[in-house]
């Protein structure tokens, strides 16, 4: 159990570092990030979505499901996205990557060339 919680973490911790650091997603988080911008969903509704899918179709078949594997499935998207926000690097004129566009500035906005 305390195996499986910090492994996840780790990958969640992880997948917001390299995302947030703007270092390009892998396939599964490339369709991650690319659904989130076509749909506009919150990054964890869409990796959730995709986690449980995945599930379903290993499950189909005839891979093994146990709680681990649904935990995963239901947790994981959350928590990329909470760690997408602590870790994200902002970028005068880039885009933020768990909201997609560039989020409200409250002041200005300083500009490094």
Known sequence: MLSFAV?????????GLYIGAHFGPG???????GLRE?????????RTALEVTVVA???????????????????VGPMC???????AVRVAG???PVRGSDP???GPV???E
């Open 27 to 33: 396939p599964r988080d490339g369709l991650m990030t």
């Open 57 to 75: 179709v290993g499950w189909a078949l005839g891979g093994n499901v146990g709680v681990g594997t649904v935990a995963f499935a239901l947790l």
């Open 7 to 15: 492994g996840l973490t780790v990958l969640a911790a992880a997948t």
């Open 104 to 106: 409200p500035r409250t």
């Open 94 to 96: 880039g885009e933020d």
């Open 38 to 46: 076509r749909l506009g969903w919150p990054i964890w509704i869409v």
């Open 81 to 87: 996205q909470f760690f997408m926000r602590v870790f």
């Open 110 to 112: 300083p500009v490094t």
